[in-house]
């Protein structure tokens, strides 16, 4: 299965597993504080914790054939400008994909969210049908709560996460 996940292009993006190089980027956009706003733990607070998140994700990949890309624009290669995609999480006793994005700041409005979740709903939903594709959104993230929406997933219901009222969408 990975390697209908591992590499995919989309019209403009560049999906791909992530890998030890991706280290910095990680920190980079994890640490931000603007882009952590809506992260349960908050903005990453060090490199040794970017490189939890690197190991874990790798884990994902190599564990189950599917995990969060890093997602690189197309026409300037080598340019990280976000994180997204499906992993493999339990919620509420069910096992699901979950559907997350995570964009910089100068990439906003640019429709790379929507174009990355597409793809990533398009593959779960093809390949790994079994296992439903659920966005847990906090409810005061609206353009995340717009992404759903715009690739054609419906808020099912709302849920305590971590303690902050979200959307589930599916």
Same mark, same amino acid.
């Given at each position: 299965?990975?390697?209908a996940?591992e #590499? $995919?292009?989309? =019209?403009?993006?560049?999906? %791909? %597993?992530v890998?030890e190089? *991706?280290? *910095?980027?990680i ?5 931000t504080?603007e882009? +952590?706003? @809506?992260?349960p &733990? /908050?903005?990453?607070r +060090? ?5 939890e998140?690197?190991?874990?994700w ?9 995990g969060?890309? $890093? ?6 290669p080598?340019?990280?400008?976000g @994180? /997204?995609?499906? %992993? ?7 096992? !699901?994909?979950?559907?997350?994005? #995570? @964009?910089?700041t100068?990439?906003w409005? +640019? ?17 790994i049908?079994?296992v439903p594709?659920v ?11 717009r !992404?759903a =929406?715009?690739? /054609?997933?419906?808020?099912d %219901? !709302?849920?305590?996460? @971590?303690? $902050?009222? &979200?959307?589930?969408?599916?």
């Amino acid at each position: 299965m990975s390697d209908a996940f591992e #590499r $995919v292009t989309t =019209e403009r993006l560049l999906l %791909r %597993r992530v890998q030890e190089r *991706d280290l *910095d980027a990680i920190f980079e956009l994890h640490a931000t504080p603007e882009l +952590s706003r @809506f992260t349960p &733990s /908050g903005p990453l607070r +060090s490199v040794d914790a970017a490189r939890e998140r690197l190991t874990l994700w790798q884990a994902d990949w190599a564990q189950k054939g599917v995990g969060y890309w $890093v997602v690189e624009q197309l026409d300037a290669p080598g340019t990280v400008v976000g @994180f /997204g995609g499906l %992993r493999h999480k339990e919620l509420e006793g069910q096992q !699901v994909l979950n559907l997350a994005y #995570r @964009f910089l700041t100068r990439t906003w409005g +640019s429709g790379y969210a929507t174009e990355m979740a597409r793809m990533a709903l398009a593959l779960g939903r093809k390949h790994i049908p079994e296992v439903p594709v659920v966005a847990i959104i906090f409810l005061e993230n609206v353009p995340s709560l717009r !992404v759903a =929406e715009r690739i /054609g997933m419906r808020r099912d %219901r !709302v849920i305590e996460y @971590f303690g $902050v009222p &979200s959307a589930v969408y599916l």
